[in-house]
């Protein structure tokens, strides 16, 4: 009973949000609901017995990949007025091919029907009760589709490469951290010590700088060693 | 000996090819000659042997593809048919290839002419000897390859590019019919080999293709390729035009030997064609109308090599309507005395277009014969060669097809006689035309040029005194062997005659006046273009003013470039315009229609993605899919 | 069960890769791109012979399959990978940009993800391959980061296979919600009489079909080809050109053939549209054009197209026709890429005082400054235009053939036209090398020893091919009765 009542109101919150997602007007209210949605369906999983599921809901998509698209949706200037004109421009034929297939797709469903097993595997999270959801989930993952999870990883990483090859750029003249330039310098090399005479003002003994121009043409040549401790001098 | 035949040009070709650049031009060309000779000397005595000494073989080289369905070996057939080919091919070419050591002696590329030249001999020779399709079409891809490359050798000309590309599309056109044909035969036979193929046809004698009986599609068919090669009348266009290139070339490929092809195809695929009578009806029509076609216009023409191509195309109509009347043999001989006097013709030519600082226009010529004895003389033996006066080479050859015409006793038949016998008419008309206007008269030359004007040198002139000795005797001696008494002996089954018939038996025994008639034609028109030329030169230009028209439609040739120029070549400019226009000029030349956004982007000079476009490529692919699926849907519940 | 050893050159080139990868980073030097292509090219190389000694069978569950089908691909794909990197060494060493290590590395796993295309005996394995190569090959369009048309390339490319993949797994959940599996053999198991022909499968059949067709630049998913190869780097190009399109014909050979044999009647009217719309878009949208990227874009539309016959006919009812359709689609793919990349070893070093040039125009005058090449592109542009005795002409025989067989005589007919058609295009180009005279800006560069290693390579097989037609012919022949004896 009290498992009916959270199942119809954990829906009823995930359909609505998802449904702001796509109406809100403003982008950051979109990310928000599409948050809120993801809390509501780890909630169903956990309903269903999938704990590992909606932790991971929780954890990736609430944690990592929600945020990330806040930050991104913040720091994106998107034109929604440019979109809209693209979209009135091609609204009419858009929408004759999308009701040809929609209609095409109604068939489809007209021709759906159920295998006579299908009642019995729905929410069997833990497949012959023999081991936990976690693991059942770890077996078909690691052991049954090993080579899918291989070719994801390697997706991954050409993804990693392509974003990296794309956007890393070392321009010439930027200064960058390097801590153990940093960490090995002495006070020695960083300061002088001098006797100011008692009653001397600036214009009797001068500013003692550091010779800057020596110090950037170095930062230039090498961007290895470039910038180091700067902005101390 | 049968091989040696066949690859000593291509060795040749090799040589100078490859190899011209370092042994320089001389040591080049003259190894082309040798080879060519050595091809000779292996090719004649080949000729006799097999013809004569009844000797028919095959060479095989080497299997070629061999997987499931279709296996084709490289071999060479020597049967009477392929060594009459082999022995004139390779005799004319060398004598052709010892000509242009003398013709291309100014040329500053000459190991290139003489490797494509022996490159063509190889691929004519190949053509010839081919023991099934495949092979056949090979060489026959390969003469129009190297025919291309030849008619395109002066590259620095705007016109020899031009006729270049055409010579390649219009034979493109013809080769799309022939592959067609050759599909065809594989399908019906399942097989390409000639042997393999000749001996079923027995079985398929009823087998329908769409309806239509498969071995008349296939005979219309690799009629048709054969048009586009021997340019018969609708795909004859190109001829003419071919004749940009040097002249040997002219003599070797688009008089003597390549031209010939499709007639050597018809008899060799005989076996094929004698079962076939509508398209034999067609093959009749289309020769005739050829032969007389190109005769009139040949008339009118002012360019001396353009109206020996005309008369080309003329008597590859002669030989065309013989096969298809049945009379293959009459067809065969008459291709091998005219390889003889057109190769004649077309040297003399050269050696005229030589003595007068290659100027081809023959109204601008006249007044050279005492200063050209040599070439006045022959020039006279070949054109009474092509006006098939007696004794000399055509007149036998000529005589045997128009008798064959008349024999056939069908309506074809009698149309191809009576055109045939205006053509004679006009060939003898024109021919004389020619050799008054150059020869005779006063010079109309300035007096620079006829100061230079001389006889050409002893290497040019060797072969021409050859080939004239060929254009006198071939007729004579060959006649009975080839459509005489002893003709059944002499094929050797080469050339097959259905049962039904007997058209060389007939041809024989036709009224007195037949075999007459061709000659008295010839004399008259040699006499019309004395009158009108030599005696009365005013009277041409009269006649031309007062019937403008007709003088018109002669001149521009029917008007055969003009409408292939309405009917093909603008549509498919066109074509090409809109498709250009709808593929691709909004990415060349703008932004997406309506995309004003996108349009001040690309003035900012901003990065141009162009979301617009993206977007309508996907739009493509959508309704691509729909319309895919949508047609299966209707097709299911259909 | 698992049986991982057959999927050795897979797994050995992987494993190349990552190592490869870390020697490129760690040294921390800019001129690591010559060492690394040569590493990778080693590694392909290496794959290769573990190609050829793979045995025959499935593994790790059923979604690897290892068979004479898969091998031949496999050793083609290879091939096309390793001369397309040989094009880039030369070309990629006059940008900064271009020079990067990266590179060689993408390449390799790009050419991992096709050996999964065509070894893939599992819908999920089919589409993790697809992706990797898809990806690999989006960031390789976009690799010359500094060119906006690159850079707009990659991006086009990368919008649209992202729907092209959307289409696929679409169909692909469609058929797993039909049928209840996604391996290709229990599939060919249920797809029997009675499931064959319901709506639900033919539509997901359709969407399986689109994403696919995407991916070969056929009509009417092709429109981001010509974009795409034009403003990717030459190299880029000829690889998208080679490989990728030859494992996903043969991807596409193997899907549709196997498990959905059964739905042949309705694959077979898509493809025959598709096939003969890729032709006469071929044919006709070429001979426009004046930059020769473009150009050759189009020409690999329709030589998509001409591939395609043979898949037609391999949906004929005659278990002899569909063999001989097969087998003549795989004959033409690895003709086809032989030519294609020689043609684009002429395209790469087409440049002048540097800097890559791409009209046609700038091909005039090319017979009198370096002939070689000029005979070379000769020969690779008479073999597109099907003219024999070169080996293009085999290809599109080979092809007609099985369509007229199968009794597809109409689409024999528009192949036999639209090559007509497509032969002014070709010829056009020997025309402006052979007779135009050069440009006011000079002749092009020399040309580096690489590109005419791969020039010459390519050139002598387009060339030579009729001579010893026949290990190709039965590699094809073995490779058939694998998948469909």
Known sequence: ?233 | MYVGAVFFPLLGACISGFLGRWIGPIAARWSTVVCMALAAACGVPAFFDVAFGHNPATVPIAAWIATGGLEVSWALRYDTLSAVMVGMVTFVSFLIHLYSVGYMAHDPTQPRFFAYLSLFTFMMLMLVTADNLVQLFFGWEGVGLASYLLIGYWYERESANAAAIKAFVVNRVGDLFFMLGVALTFWTFGSLEFTAIFGAVDQHLGDRFLGVPALELIAVLLFLGACGKSAQIGLHTWLPDAMEGPTPVSALIHAATMVTAGVFLVARMSPLFEYAPTALAIVTVVGAATAFFAATVGCVQNDIKRVIAYSTCSQLGYMFFAAGVGAYQAAIFHLFTHAFFKALLFLGAGSVIHAMSDEQDIRKMGGIWTRVPVTYAVMWVGSLALAGIPIFAGYYSKDAILEAAFASHSATGMLAFLLGLVAAFLTAFYSWRLLILVFHGAPRADEHVMAHVHESPLVMLVPLLLLAAGAVLTGYLFAPFFIGHAWEEFWAGSIHNAPHNHILHDMHEVPAWVPLAPTVAGFTGIALAYVLYMFAPGVPERLAATFRGFYLFLLNKWYFDELYDAIFVRPALAIARIAFRVGDQRIIDGVPNGAAALAVDAARGAVRIQTGRVASYAFTMIIGLVLFVSLLYLGTTR | MMNWTLALPEAALACAGLAILGAGVLPRRHDMFFPISMAVIGALVLAGVLVLGQGDGAALAGQYVSDAFARFSKVLVLIGAALALTLALDFNQTDRDLARFEYPVLILFAAIGMMLMVSANDLMTLYLGLELQSLAAYVLAAFNRDSERSAEAGLKYFVLGALASGLLLYGMSLVYGFVGTTSFDRLAEALTAEHAASLGLVTALVFVLAGLAFKISAVPFHMWAPDVYEGAPTPVTAFFASAPKLAAVALLTRVLTQPFGELSAQWGQVLWLVSAGSMILGAFAAIGQRNIKRLMAYSSIGNVGYALIGLVAAASADPAVRSEGVRALLFYMAIYLLMTIGAFAVLAAMRRRGRPVEEIEDLAGLARSDIGMAVWMLVFMFAMAGVPPLAGFWSKLFVFRAAIEGGYVWLAVIGVLTSVVAAYYYVRIVRVMFFDAPGAAGALDARPASLTVVMAATGLFTALFSVAPGPLLAAAQAAVAAIAG
């Open chain 1, 1 to 233: 009973m009290l498992a009916a009542v959270a199942f119809y109101a954990f829906s009823a919150v995930l359909i609505a949000s998802a449904a702001m997602v796509v109406v809100a007007r403003n982008p950051v209210h979109s990310v928000l609901f599409l948050i809120l949605a993801f809390f509501n369906a780890a909630g169903l999983m956990l309903i269903a017995g999938g704990e590992f599921l909606a932790m991971i809901l929780v954890i990736v998509y609430v944690g990592a990949v929600a945020v990330l698209f806040l930050f991104v949706v913040m720091m994106l200037d998107v034109d929604f007025a440019r979109m809209r004109e693209g979209f009135q421009r091609y609204a009419p034929v858009g929408a004759l091919v999308g009701g040809v297939l929609l209609v095409e797709l109604l068939f489809v469903l007209g021709s759906w029907r159920f295998a006579p097993e299908a009642p019995g595997l729905r929410l069997s999270p833990n497949p012959g009760a023999t081991v936990g959801n976690t693991e059942a989930l770890a077996r078909i993952l690691y052991t049954d589709n090993v080579l899918l999870f291989q070719a994801a990883g390697v997706i991954l990483l050409v993804a990693m490469i392509g974003a990296i090859v794309l956007t890393l750029r070392e321009r010439p003249g930027t200064r960058r951290q390097v801590i153990a330039a940093q960490v090995a310098r002495a006070p020695a090399e960083t300061v002088v010590l001098r006797q100011v005479p008692i009653g001397a003002g600036l214009k009797n003994i001068g500013i003692l700088r550091p010779p800057p121009a020596a110090e950037e043409r170095e930062a230039l040549s090498e961007p290895e060693r470039h910038g180091h401790g700067g902005g101390h001098h």
